[in-house]
């Protein structure tokens, strides 16, 4: 009832079409969800869409121009992924890919910590934020490959020596915004089992490449 009283005084309009949404407290239209590039629910990647299109014009919004109001949407596509990718009661608690301190700064926010957080509200999970960290300035990776980049990353992540037992032999869910080779985050991956994680399960909203 309040939503519908708001969106008559503010409407929510949809960031593809720029037209009213006829959705409920959501802002793509429903003629646009069809125009976001999703992965099909049984592909190999752990992620919900492709990276172009409409996918990167949306992520982009997110992450670096402040429409931090897309979060509920945004959710919708990482929620459906970890359903059709795992079994979601198996999970013990949502760990965000950190970001490096002074990008936060700068930013303002940690794009996937908001999701992460969003995430675990919906599957009724805590989010972690604080059981990985990570430090250091990495070098651009861009042009690198999977090697390169593994051992770019290798040491930037760490799981703060107090945390280290609240992870033992925990199902995590690590949920990262863009996936490009998957170096980076079977890197945190392997400093949360080494830590003590029974499992870490990866789940990304894209996937860029590919
Ligand atoms: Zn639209």
Excluded at 90 to 96: A, E, G, N, R, T
Aim: aromatic share 8%; hydrophobic share 40%; with cysteine.
């Amino acid at each position: 009832m309040l939503a519908s009283i708001l969106d008559l005084f503010f409407p929510r309009n949809c960031p593809v079409c720029r037209n009213p949404s006829d959705r409920p407290g959501r802002y793509i239209c429903s003629d646009c969800l069809n125009r976001v590039p999703l992965l099909p629910p049984d592909d190999n990647l752990p992620a919900a869409m492709h990276f172009e299109g409409y996918g990167r014009k949306l992520i982009l919004d997110f992450k670096f121009r402040q429409k931090l109001f897309l979060l509920e949407d945004l959710t919708d596509f990482l929620e459906a992924a970890a359903l059709a990718h795992y079994n979601v009661p198996s999970v013990d608690v949502v760990v965000p890919m950190p970001v490096p301190f002074w990008r936060r700064l700068s930013r303002g926010y940690n794009q996937s910590g908001l999701l992460a957080r969003a995430l675990a509200r919906r599957i009724d999970r805590a989010c972690r934020p604080d059981l990985l960290a990570r430090r250091g300035f990495p070098r651009q990776q861009a042009m690198l490959d999977y090697e390169a980049r593994r051992e770019n990353v290798k040491g930037t992540f760490r799981v703060p020596a107090r945390k280290a037992g609240y992870l033992r032999s925990r199902t995590v869910l690590l949920v990262d915004d863009i996936r490009t080779t998957g170096a980076t985050c079977d890197e945190a991956v392997s400093v949360l089992k080494a830590a003590g994680a029974a499992k870490v399960l990866v789940l990304t909203l894209a996937q860029a490449g590919d």
